[in-house]
């Protein structure tokens, strides 16, 4: 059987019945792919048996590499029974976003002890997604400062290789602006050409690791336009501040200096 998001969600509660009588498991379809299983197929879970009741397709990258076991066979398996974890609440369509907070008090009255949280609030008070974003961020910033840093001295050893050319320009009457604009120009295009090839080269990477065993399930292969048109934005700004410095020593360079320099 393969069902949707909403279609598992949607099934009736004699199927979930039956499992909980006979053990059986639902399985995401990577998560399926992943143990080689298939509808029919038995798999171990704490040493017992369930069979593998479906395989469900949802639009959610973790939801595809998750397992559905009925709630009673899952205390029993974890020692917890009686005991639960969390409860997803979904919001009929005609909710609205500002209506939230009061389906959230009205949930908070219902017993003291629940602690209903928002999607976007629950994202940020969880740990593991603080983690996880942190070091989203000092990857980040470590990989721009190697760029700026790399983009830096390729214009810098530029800039000193042609020293001469730059006196002979400003010896003809070439004004400081305009070798400061060929400068940029190049370090633009440079940063221009290596944010394509580096995206290209990340989105190549990124099929590769969504259809590994290791990682399949846990990244979505693609690469949304917002993050192309982001990651050139940052690309020329690395080209513009790597630029600098060989900008300005470009221009304060007088043209006997460079042409000393050259003979």
Same mark, same amino acid.
């Given at each position: 059987? =393969?069902?949707?998001?909403?279609?598992?969600?949607?099934?009736?509660?004699?199927?979930?019945? #039956?499992?909980?009588?006979?053990?059986?498991?639902?399985?995401?379809? #990577? =998560?399926?792919?992943?143990?080689?299983?298939?509808?029919?197929?038995?798999?171990?879970?704490?040493? @017992?048996?369930?069979?593998?009741?479906?395989?469900?397709?949802?639009?959610?990258?973790?939801?595809?590499?998750?397992?559905?076991?009925?709630?009673?066979?899952?205390? @029993?398996?974890? &020692?917890?029974?009686?005991?639960?974890?969390?409860?997803?609440?979904? $919001?009929?369509? %005609?909710?609205?976003?500002?209506?939230? &907070?009061?389906?959230?008090?009205?949930?908070? !009255?219902?017993?003291?002890?629940?602690?209903?949280?928002?999607?976007? @609030?629950?994202?940020? %008070?969880?740990?593991?997604?603080? =983690?996880?974003?942190?070091?989203?961020?000092?990857?980040?910033?470590?990989? =721009?400062?190697?760029?700026?840093?790399?983009?830096? #001295?390729?214009?810098?050893?530029?800039?000193?290789?042609?020293?001469? @050319?730059?006196?002979?320009?400003?010896?003809?009457?070439?004004?400081?602006?305009?070798?400061?604009?060929?400068? $940029?120009?190049?370090?633009?295009?440079?940063?221009?050409?290596? %944010?394509? $090839?580096?995206?290209?080269?990340?989105?190549?990477?990124?099929?590769?690791?969504?259809?590994?065993? !290791?990682?399949?399930?846990?990244?979505?292969?693609?690469?949304?336009? #917002?993050?192309?048109?982001? &990651?050139? !934005?940052?690309? $020329?700004?690395?080209?513009?501040?790597? !630029? %600098?410095?060989?900008?300005?020593?470009?221009?304060?360079?007088?043209?006997?200096?460079?042409?000393?320099?050259?003979?």
């Amino acid at each position: 059987w =393969l069902f949707t998001d909403y279609e598992m969600r949607a099934a009736d509660q004699e199927t979930i019945g #039956n499992a909980d009588a006979i053990g059986q498991v639902f399985l995401g379809e #990577n =998560l399926a792919g992943r143990l080689d299983c298939e509808p029919g197929s038995t798999l171990n879970l704490f040493d @017992e048996p369930f069979k593998v009741a479906g395989v469900f397709q949802s639009g959610s990258v973790w939801e595809n590499g998750s397992m559905i076991v009925p709630l009673q066979q899952l205390q @029993e398996l974890t &020692g917890r029974d009686g005991q639960i974890t969390y409860i997803n609440v979904v $919001l009929d369509e %005609s909710i609205e976003a500002i209506q939230v &907070g009061s389906v959230v008090e009205r949930i908070t !009255a219902v017993d003291a002890k629940l602690l209903p949280l928002a999607t976007d @609030e629950f994202v940020r %008070s969880d740990t593991r997604m603080q =983690l996880a974003g942190a070091m989203a961020w000092m990857t980040s910033t470590i990989a =721009l400062l190697v760029g700026a840093i790399g983009t830096l #001295n390729t214009m810098m050893t530029s800039v000193l290789e042609r020293t001469g @050319e730059i006196g002979i320009l400003r010896a003809i009457g070439w004004p400081a602006k305009r070798i400061a604009g060929v400068i $940029l120009c190049e370090s633009v295009m440079l940063a221009l050409l290596a %944010s394509v $090839l580096g995206g290209i080269g990340a989105s190549v990477l990124l099929q590769l690791l969504a259809g590994s065993e !290791a990682t399949g399930g846990m990244l979505q292969p693609t690469i949304a336009m #917002n993050v192309w048109v982001r &990651g050139v !934005a940052v690309g $020329l700004g690395i080209g513009i501040l790597g !630029a %600098s410095l060989p900008i300005w020593r470009a221009s304060q360079m007088r043209p006997t200096d460079a042409l000393r320099h050259q003979g």
